[in-house]
């Protein structure tokens, strides 16, 4: 064999050797390329939970989110935990160490006398409102919600407090186990709301949160007439992808997709223009949506003021001294495409202790209108202070409840004057146009 064919067999070997190399070697390079740097789908979010316990967020000093035990909870002012959810802002309790999350609402969401003659969480009438009423107003509740696991302990000093006895249920109360953990009155759970917690103590009281954020049961008995805040404690499951927001006030955690565009379809909470005023959703129901008034009524830029009437404490739009007069007269002339609300069964009931302050007492009468007040039970009656409800309290008292600035339900009399919020209730079958149901940026409506 000549040194030419050697040198072009050497060559052509040459080659081969080293293509199989590159081959090998460019495989493995892209294998363990992919393994390193897996593929991103695009059309995925990130798990709320993944987000929340990312180790940038973790911390072991001052305020933020700690690990202990395969599980997270927040201690201190931290603002980075809030979830819209329902229409509702939440903030971030703690996450499981199953990944589901445990949230209570920002604010107190109604107010109510705890129970009567117990202290008992299951037989209060909170109990009752939360998973009779409020629960099965939340969306998709198949699809988000877990059972919350609480601490059920009963507490004799607020100084010494363990978590011992544990129970479950689908919607709570705040324990004061954790409210002390997340750093008390110095942290996000302290909102300057009064409101219950779910821990009762030895003596038929249950302890709740002052204004100034402090743990009390003072004066505070099952069966008293003090009526305050309830803030509602879901658990979601851990699985849950974020379609919008950085966990910010102004900008938190979604996990909700809806794609409707029509009114009945939407969440409680949610916010809406309706004759250039802004409204916020209390209720669906088959006659319609029913929304409260965000502020109170004015009269060139001034609060106005009225007294809720002269001779009775019941609900009447044909007296003309009685608030229900003017509501469905002078204020509903007042109001753009009226054509747009229904005449709608306002239930008129007393609350007090004759009929043990259950806001599901027999109603005393059914009052057809198209503009009403908020009664109690209502959602979102703390979120503005100092105005009239439409439930009166005793049959022989000249008294009805208004709303205090913490949020508490307090008996004035008829004739004294207060701010008005309206209530109406607006077709379910109208269209959104525009907006995305928040606060800064509500729903338009069209027919």
Request: charge should be negative; aromatic fraction near 12%; hydrophobic fraction near 30%.
């Amino acid at each position: 064999m000549n040194k030419r064919k050697i040198a072009l067999i050497f060559i052509i070997v040459s080659i081969l050797f080293i293509g199989t190399l590159c081959t090998i070697y460019g495989y493995r390079l892209v294998h363990y390329y992919k393994l390193e740097h897996p593929k991103v789908d695009k059309n995925t979010n990130p798990l709320l939970k993944d987000t929340l316990t990312s180790s940038n967020n973790i911390v072991v000093a001052n305020d933020g989110l700690y690990e202990e035990n395969k599980s997270y909870y927040y201690k201190g002012n931290v603002q980075n935990n809030y979830v819209r959810y329902s229409g509702i802002i939440w903030r971030v309790v703690r996450i499981n160490d199953d990944g589901s999350i445990t949230l209570t609402s920002d604010l107190p969401i109604t107010s109510l006398i705890y129970g009567y003659e117990t202290n008992s969480f299951e037989e209060s009438y909170v109990y009752k409102w939360l998973n009779e009423d409020f629960y099965g107003r939340l969306q998709n509740i198949d699809s988000y919600i877990v059972d919350t696991n609480y601490c059920a302990d009963a507490i004799e000093n607020a100084e010494e407090v363990n978590c011992k006895e544990n129970k479950t249920s689908k919607i709570t109360l705040l324990s004061v186990y954790e409210y002390l953990k997340a750093s008390g009155s110095k942290s996000y759970l302290n909102n300057e709301k009064v409101y219950w917690t779910v821990s009762p103590n030895g003596e038929d009281k249950v302890w709740y949160m002052t204004q100034k954020g402090l743990v009390s049961n003072e004066d505070v008995t099952s069966g008293s007439n003090h009526s305050y805040g309830v803030r509602p404690v879901i658990t979601i499951k851990g699985d849950l992808e974020i379609t919008k927001g950085d966990g910010t006030i102004d900008n938190p955690y979604m996990f909700e997709t809806n794609n409707s565009n029509i009114l009945n379809e939407q969440s409680i909470g949610n916010y809406l223009t309706y004759s250039n005023q802004t409204w916020r959703i209390i209720d669906i129901r088959e006659e319609g949506v029913k929304v409260a008034l965000e502020g109170y009524i004015t009269s060139e830029d001034e609060e106005m003021k009225k007294v809720y009437s002269n001779s009775s404490n019941l609900f009447d739009i044909k007296s003309k001294n009685n608030i229900g007069y003017y509501l469905n007269n002078d204020y509903y002339n007042s109001l753009e495409n009226v054509e747009y609300l229904v005449k709608y069964p306002w239930n008129i009931f007393y609350y007090a202790n004759m009929n043990e302050y259950n806001n599901k007492a027999e109603i005393e009468k059914i009052v057809e209108a198209k503009v009403g007040l908020l009664n109690v039970g209502d959602l979102f009656v703390g979120d503005y202070s100092l105005y009239m409800l439409m439930t009166p309290t005793n049959e022989d008292d000249d008294t009805i409840l208004t709303v205090k600035e913490d949020g508490r339900l307090y008996a004035d009399m008829i004739t004294e004057e207060f701010r008005i919020r309206p209530v109406v209730v607006l077709k379910g079958d109208l269209k959104i146009a525009s907006g995305e149901g928040t606060n800064t940026n509500p729903f338009v409506l069209s027919e």
